[in-house]
Protein backbone atom coordinates (compact mmCIF):
# COMPACT_ATOMS: atom_id res chain seq x y z
CA UNK A 1 0.00 0.00 0.00
CA UNK A 2 1.19 3.41 -1.01
CA UNK A 3 1.05 5.65 1.90
CA UNK A 4 3.23 9.09 3.08
CA UNK A 5 4.21 10.27 6.25
CA UNK A 6 5.08 14.03 7.68
CA UNK A 7 6.54 13.01 11.30
CA UNK A 8 6.17 16.45 12.72
CA UNK A 9 3.08 18.00 13.49
CA UNK A 10 4.45 21.28 13.55
CA UNK A 11 7.67 23.25 13.03
CA UNK A 12 8.56 25.99 14.25
CA UNK A 13 11.63 28.30 12.94
CA UNK A 14 12.76 31.59 13.47
CA UNK A 15 12.94 34.04 10.50
CA UNK A 16 16.02 33.82 8.75
CA UNK A 17 16.99 30.89 9.57
CA UNK A 18 16.52 27.49 7.78
CA UNK A 19 13.96 25.39 7.91
CA UNK A 20 12.93 21.92 7.04
CA UNK A 21 9.58 19.72 7.17
CA UNK A 22 10.19 15.85 6.75
CA UNK A 23 8.55 13.95 4.60
CA UNK A 24 8.61 10.16 4.32
CA UNK A 25 6.66 7.91 1.62
CA UNK A 26 6.17 4.18 0.58
CA UNK A 27 5.58 3.27 -2.59
CA UNK A 28 5.52 0.12 -4.90
CA UNK A 29 6.76 1.14 -8.03
CA UNK A 30 8.81 4.11 -8.70
CA UNK A 31 7.56 7.64 -7.08
CA UNK A 32 6.27 10.87 -7.94
CA UNK A 33 6.33 13.00 -5.23
CA UNK A 34 5.03 16.59 -4.63
CA UNK A 35 5.10 19.08 -1.77
CA UNK A 36 2.06 21.56 -1.35
CA UNK A 37 1.25 24.41 0.94
CA UNK A 38 -2.14 25.35 2.12
CA UNK A 39 -2.75 28.71 3.21
CA UNK A 40 -5.80 29.66 5.63
CA UNK A 41 -9.16 29.48 3.62
CA UNK A 42 -7.12 28.20 0.33
CA UNK A 43 -6.64 25.07 -1.70
CA UNK A 44 -3.54 23.57 -1.75
CA UNK A 45 -1.00 25.51 -3.88
CA UNK A 46 1.43 23.00 -6.11
CA UNK A 47 5.35 23.93 -4.65
CA UNK A 48 7.64 21.49 -6.55
CA UNK A 49 7.70 17.64 -7.31
CA UNK A 50 10.04 15.06 -8.29
CA UNK A 51 9.68 12.95 -11.33
CA UNK A 52 13.45 11.75 -12.32
CA UNK A 53 16.66 13.25 -12.60
CA UNK A 54 18.15 15.58 -10.34
CA UNK A 55 17.79 14.40 -6.67
CA UNK A 56 17.50 18.45 -5.31
CA UNK A 57 14.19 19.82 -6.89
CA UNK A 58 14.08 23.39 -6.85
CA UNK A 59 10.85 25.07 -6.53
CA UNK A 60 8.13 27.84 -6.09
CA UNK A 61 9.05 30.67 -3.37
CA UNK A 62 12.76 29.56 -2.91
CA UNK A 63 11.65 26.08 -1.73
CA UNK A 64 13.52 23.51 -2.77
CA UNK A 65 13.37 19.62 -1.48
CA UNK A 66 15.53 16.75 -1.40
CA UNK A 67 14.87 13.18 -2.94
CA UNK A 68 17.07 10.36 -1.07
CA UNK A 69 15.98 6.93 -2.60
CA UNK A 70 17.71 4.93 -0.05
CA UNK A 71 16.04 6.25 2.98
CA UNK A 72 12.50 7.14 1.49
CA UNK A 73 12.90 10.92 2.18
CA UNK A 74 11.41 13.55 0.25
CA UNK A 75 12.04 16.56 2.62
CA UNK A 76 11.60 20.55 2.17
CA UNK A 77 13.43 22.72 2.62
CA UNK A 78 14.43 26.82 2.59
CA UNK A 79 17.48 28.36 3.73
CA UNK A 80 16.03 31.28 5.11
CA UNK A 81 12.80 31.56 6.37
CA UNK A 82 10.37 33.95 5.95
CA UNK A 83 7.49 34.68 8.30
CA UNK A 84 4.88 34.56 5.16
CA UNK A 85 5.93 31.11 4.78
CA UNK A 86 3.88 30.43 8.06
CA UNK A 87 1.23 27.69 6.06
CA UNK A 88 0.07 24.22 6.34
CA UNK A 89 2.71 22.15 4.81
CA UNK A 90 1.30 18.83 1.94
CA UNK A 91 3.44 16.02 0.86
CA UNK A 92 2.47 13.55 -1.46
CA UNK A 93 3.52 10.61 -3.27
CA UNK A 94 1.84 9.20 -6.63
CA UNK A 95 2.72 5.79 -8.38
CA UNK A 96 3.51 6.56 -12.12
CA UNK A 97 0.96 4.85 -14.54
CA UNK A 98 -2.29 5.59 -16.57
CA UNK A 99 -3.70 2.81 -14.75
CA UNK A 100 -7.21 3.97 -12.41
CA UNK A 101 -5.51 3.06 -9.09
CA UNK A 102 -2.23 4.06 -10.36
CA UNK A 103 -2.02 8.07 -10.65
CA UNK A 104 -3.92 8.18 -7.36
CA UNK A 105 -1.99 10.75 -5.42
CA UNK A 106 -1.56 10.09 -1.30
CA UNK A 107 -1.16 12.22 1.32
CA UNK A 108 0.93 13.08 4.40
CA UNK A 109 -1.53 14.53 7.69
CA UNK A 110 0.51 17.82 6.96
CA UNK A 111 2.60 19.90 8.62
CA UNK A 112 2.27 23.54 10.03
CA UNK A 113 5.00 25.70 9.94
CA UNK A 114 5.15 29.04 11.73
CA UNK A 115 7.82 31.38 11.12
CA UNK A 116 8.56 34.16 14.38
CA UNK A 117 9.79 37.30 13.60
CA UNK B 1 -6.98 32.93 -15.83
CA UNK B 2 -6.36 28.96 -15.15
CA UNK B 3 -8.50 27.70 -11.97
CA UNK B 4 -10.95 25.38 -10.30
CA UNK B 5 -14.24 26.96 -9.27
CA UNK B 6 -16.10 25.18 -6.51
CA UNK B 7 -19.43 26.48 -5.17
CA UNK B 8 -20.58 27.01 -2.73
CA UNK B 9 -17.73 28.16 -0.62
CA UNK B 10 -19.98 27.56 2.62
CA UNK B 11 -22.62 25.82 3.61
CA UNK B 12 -24.64 25.02 6.70
CA UNK B 13 -28.10 22.60 6.23
CA UNK B 14 -29.60 19.97 8.15
CA UNK B 15 -29.26 16.06 8.49
CA UNK B 16 -30.93 14.35 5.32
CA UNK B 17 -31.34 17.18 3.45
CA UNK B 18 -30.03 16.53 -0.42
CA UNK B 19 -27.29 18.91 -1.48
CA UNK B 20 -24.36 19.32 -4.34
CA UNK B 21 -21.31 20.82 -4.20
CA UNK B 22 -20.36 21.89 -7.53
CA UNK B 23 -17.01 22.15 -9.17
CA UNK B 24 -15.51 23.34 -12.67
CA UNK B 25 -12.52 23.32 -14.44
CA UNK B 26 -11.07 25.91 -17.35
CA UNK B 27 -7.86 23.77 -17.85
CA UNK B 28 -9.34 21.17 -20.09
CA UNK B 29 -7.62 18.53 -17.67
CA UNK B 30 -8.84 14.98 -17.91
CA UNK B 31 -8.77 14.02 -14.68
CA UNK B 32 -10.91 15.80 -11.25
CA UNK B 33 -11.12 14.35 -7.84
CA UNK B 34 -12.48 15.42 -4.57
CA UNK B 35 -11.04 15.21 -0.86
CA UNK B 36 -12.30 15.81 2.05
CA UNK B 37 -9.99 17.35 4.85
CA UNK B 38 -10.25 16.88 8.47
CA UNK B 39 -7.95 17.82 11.71
CA UNK B 40 -5.02 15.20 11.96
CA UNK B 41 -5.98 13.43 8.80
CA UNK B 42 -4.50 15.43 5.92
CA UNK B 43 -6.55 15.08 2.82
CA UNK B 44 -8.60 11.77 1.96
CA UNK B 45 -9.62 11.25 -1.26
CA UNK B 46 -13.86 10.89 -2.13
CA UNK B 47 -13.97 9.97 -5.53
CA UNK B 48 -12.51 10.05 -9.08
CA UNK B 49 -12.46 10.51 -12.43
CA UNK B 50 -10.22 9.93 -14.96
CA UNK B 51 -12.75 11.39 -17.66
CA UNK B 52 -16.18 12.26 -18.66
CA UNK B 53 -18.12 8.83 -17.67
CA UNK B 54 -15.74 7.14 -15.78
CA UNK B 55 -15.62 7.67 -12.11
CA UNK B 56 -13.91 5.48 -9.16
CA UNK B 57 -14.12 5.17 -5.66
CA UNK B 58 -11.64 6.84 -3.59
CA UNK B 59 -10.59 5.84 -0.30
CA UNK B 60 -14.11 7.56 1.99
CA UNK B 61 -16.78 7.32 -0.60
CA UNK B 62 -19.76 6.23 1.37
CA UNK B 63 -22.78 8.36 1.79
CA UNK B 64 -21.11 10.26 -1.76
CA UNK B 65 -22.10 10.26 -4.99
CA UNK B 66 -20.26 12.21 -8.11
CA UNK B 67 -20.98 12.13 -11.83
CA UNK B 68 -18.77 13.25 -14.99
CA UNK B 69 -21.14 14.54 -17.64
CA UNK B 70 -18.76 17.11 -18.86
CA UNK B 71 -15.15 17.20 -18.80
CA UNK B 72 -15.08 20.68 -17.24
CA UNK B 73 -17.45 19.60 -14.51
CA UNK B 74 -17.49 17.00 -11.50
CA UNK B 75 -20.18 17.89 -9.06
CA UNK B 76 -20.05 16.00 -5.13
CA UNK B 77 -23.62 14.66 -4.13
CA UNK B 78 -24.55 14.25 -0.86
CA UNK B 79 -28.23 12.42 -0.94
CA UNK B 80 -28.75 12.23 2.55
CA UNK B 81 -26.43 14.23 4.63
CA UNK B 82 -24.75 13.01 8.30
CA UNK B 83 -22.83 15.39 10.44
CA UNK B 84 -19.79 13.14 10.10
CA UNK B 85 -19.94 14.68 7.08
CA UNK B 86 -18.96 18.08 8.06
CA UNK B 87 -16.02 18.63 6.67
CA UNK B 88 -13.91 20.53 4.47
CA UNK B 89 -14.28 19.33 0.91
CA UNK B 90 -11.45 20.12 -2.20
CA UNK B 91 -12.22 19.69 -5.39
CA UNK B 92 -9.04 19.18 -7.78
CA UNK B 93 -7.80 18.63 -11.84
CA UNK B 94 -5.13 17.57 -13.32
CA UNK B 95 -3.72 16.92 -17.22
CA UNK B 96 -3.82 12.95 -17.78
CA UNK B 97 -0.18 11.95 -16.69
CA UNK B 98 0.40 10.98 -13.53
CA UNK B 99 3.52 12.80 -13.24
CA UNK B 100 1.67 16.42 -13.12
CA UNK B 101 1.02 18.23 -10.36
CA UNK B 102 -2.83 18.83 -9.46
CA UNK B 103 -4.45 22.09 -9.44
CA UNK B 104 -7.25 22.47 -6.38
CA UNK B 105 -10.22 24.65 -5.22
CA UNK B 106 -10.42 27.17 -2.55
CA UNK B 107 -12.44 24.73 -0.73
CA UNK B 108 -16.37 24.12 0.61
CA UNK B 109 -16.94 24.11 4.56
CA UNK B 110 -20.15 21.84 4.87
CA UNK B 111 -21.28 22.01 8.48
CA UNK B 112 -24.42 18.95 8.61
CA UNK B 113 -26.43 20.10 11.71
Known amino acids: AQSVAQPEDQVNVAEGNPLTVKCTYSVSGNPYLFWYVQYPNRGLQFLLK??????LVKGSYGFEAEFNKSQTSFHLKKPSALVSDSALYFC???????????????FGRGTQLTVWP | EAQVTQNPRYLITVTGKKLTVTCSQNMNHEYMSWYRQDPGLGLRQIYYSMNVEVTDKGDVPEGYKVSRKEKRNFPLILESPSPNQTSLYFCASRLGHSNQPQHFGDGTRLSIL
Open chain 1, 50 to 55: YITGDN
Open chain 1, 92 to 106: AVRVGGRGSTLGRLY
